[in-house]
């Protein structure tokens, strides 16, 4: 008896998980050689902070004159137009994809069709689509839309997939009972379930949009980043930091703008 006891006493309450230090130090070794062939060091990154305090020394005091101003306005409301056009046209388009995916509503075949659209639509960031819409279409507002519809739905459509797969199947059933057909049960038994969460990602999505409509904008999506491209080519840098603040706040009144929309809408 006294033997056991001094067994179970002597056990280990925390084994050591031999598998997990294992993982961890591979990880860290793996780190150690992309620093060494990535050209990632310690003296790099003390110089970047003295060449990074010059810059921002340039940058200062920014830019308010009128004609810059007037070319700050253009850019951020061509910015904005592209964000809500393709806000707009990705909810439209993923939808009908969102409800396609849903693999409670529809065959396996039409649903993993579907996801393979949208695995399509994420795959690249808006700015390499944004590449490609540009050879395509040439330089504008209208690849920087298109480069965002395609990301709007990537995004959209599956996390509307994902709410109707983790709706309650119950309200379905019952208007299926009354002999409603395939739309009806859709407006009747789907949509008030996971409509408000549509909304909520309709929302993030403008949100999202109008911070990726300056990125696509500096290879050649239009709107504000192509301004902001053609300041720090002219070495204009205290008008890059006028439009850095000007993004800032922009960015700042939409936060609080989307925030409030979808406290309406929960």
């Not at 009972?177 to 909304?199: E, H, S, Y």
């Amino acid at each position: 008896m006294d033997r056991l006891v001094s067994a179970a006493t002597a056990r280990t309450p925390f084994p050591a998980n031999w598998t997990a230090r294992a993982l961890w130090t591979a990880l860290a070794l793996y780190v150690l050689y992309a620093c060494g062939i990535l050209d990632v060091s310690w003296d790099r990154f003390v110089r970047g902070l003295d060449n990074g305090a010059r810059f921002l020394g340039r940058m200062f005091p920014p830019d308010f004159s009128a004609q810059k101003l007037d070319l700050l306005k253009v850019g951020m409301l061509e910015s904005m137009q592209i964000a809500v056009l393709s806000t707009a046209a990705g909810i439209v388009l993923s939808l009908p994809l969102g409800l396609l995916a849903a693999r409670n509503l529809m065959p396996g075949w039409v649903s993993w069709t579907a996801r393979g659209v949208i695995a399509l639509c994420r795959s690249f960031h808006p700015v390499i689509t944004a590449i490609l819409f540009v050879k395509a279409v040439g330089f504008g507002a209208l690849a920087g839309v298109l480069a965002l519809v395609v990301a709007s739905m990537g995004f959209i459509s599956k996390l509307f997939a994902e709410a109707i797969e983790e709706m309650s199947l119950r309200q379905v059933e019952a208007v299926r009972a009354t002999g409603a057909g395939f739309f009806n049960v859709l407006v009747m038994g789907v949509f008030p379930q996971v409509i408000a969460r549509f909304i909520g990602f309709c929302v993030y999505q403008l949100d999202s949009n109008l911070r990726n409509s300056t990125m696509v904008g500096i290879v050649g999506g239009g709107g504000i980043g192509a301004t902001l491209f053609t300041a720090y080519q002219r070495f204009d840098y205290d008008f890059v930091l006028t439009i850095l603040l000007a993004i800032i706040a922009v960015i700042m009144v939409a936060e609080v703008v989307s925030a409030q929309l979808r406290k309406a809408f929960q």
